[in-house]
């Protein structure tokens, strides 16, 4: 499990003048949820961006665990880092099974090991059996869950979650939440959900971070 700090964050979007964050610092304890929580436009996704290495900080310094992933001196790209991420839209490959969705990202690991790997992270996500169907023959919540197992299936350090509930409507959302943070709790895995949700926050963190918009 790996603790992730963020010291004295300085960042603009090329060619903007607005610092989107003016010495932001943060410290997400290890093996625990927590939420970024505030409205749009208050650069909770910019922090997530930066700590997948999406983005690179004008200046601070982000570390993980023992690593430095950014500050004056380095920057490691995000493929590197060891991180996991969870998209709005699930971002699953629609012409794709689900194993071949969840094994995408295991390109290198021996077949073997590859489909053991998936079978194991599907019966983690309640999943098991499905390995087959592609995401149309899944509900918004078992697309969630696959989009869970796809992420967890390279054995990531760190996951984020940008606002994973907001396609499902309400009654779903409670439940596939309750769901989402069992499999958290399983996994054992230092993760930051970004949502403008209290619910979401609630529910799923150990840890809030209350963002605002500041101009």
Known sequence: MTTI???????????????????????????????????????????????????????????????????????????????????????????????????????????????ERVDEVLQLVGMGGYQNRYPYQLSGGQQQRVAVARALAPKPEVLLLDEPFSHL???????????IKSLLQAAKVTSVLVTHDHDDAETLADNIVQMKTVR
């Open 5 to 115: 700090k963020l010291t004295n964050i300085v960042f603009s979007y090329p060619g903007s003048r607005i610092r989107q964050l003016d010495g932001f610092s943060v410290e997400i304890p290890s093996g625990e949820c927590t939420a970024l929580l505030g409205p749009s436009g208050c650069a909770k996704t910019t922090v997530l961006r930066l700590i997948a290495g999406l983005e690179k900080p004008d200046s601070g310094v982000i570390r993980m665990g023992d690593r430095v992933l950014s500050d004056t001196r380095c920057f490691v790209e995000a493929e590197h880092r060891n991180i996991g991420m969870i998209f709005q839209d699930y971002a699953l490959f629609p012409h794709m099974t689900v194993e071949k969705n969840i094994a995408y990202g295991l390109i290198g690991v021996p077949r073997s090991v590859r489909k």
């Open 169 to 179: 409507d309400t009654h779903l959302r409670q439940n596939v939440r309750e769901e």
